[in-house]
């Protein structure tokens, strides 16, 4: 475990719901190539704050590099709707680029 890795967990005993640092985690699981791991975390993160636009781009990313692109384009899909709902209009187009790379025929959502 990376000393930020745990430096991070550290921080998340102390505030287990804190949705920052459950990204933060989840990101450092990724950059360290653990996959199965950040999966984990993004999913905790979607469980503890499904509002937090910034977790839908990189679980649909994650998603795509298994493989998994119908869970990819609902998890875009998703993001877009928290994004409209929270009025970020730039995470809505991300998302919805992401989304139409995997899946140019669906109408704009």
């Given at each position: 475990m990376s000393p930020r890795l745990q430096q991070l967990m550290?921080?998340?005993?102390a505030s287990p719901t804190d949705a920052f640092l459950l990204f933060a985690i989840a990101k450092e699981h990724e950059k360290a190539g653990d996959d199965a791991e950040a999966l984990v975390w993004y999913e905790r993160l979607r469980q503890t704050d499904p509002a937090y636009v910034g977790l839908y781009y990189h679980l649909g990313r994650l998603y795509e590099r298994a493989g998994r692109m119908q869970e990819a384009i609902e998890t875009y899909r998703t993001g877009m709707r928290a994004a409209r709902q929270a009025g970020d209009q730039h995470a809505w187009a991300e998302l919805n680029m992401a989304?139409?790379?995997i899946d140019p025929d669906e109408d704009e959502f």
């Open positions: 550290a921080l998340w005993q989304r139409m790379e």
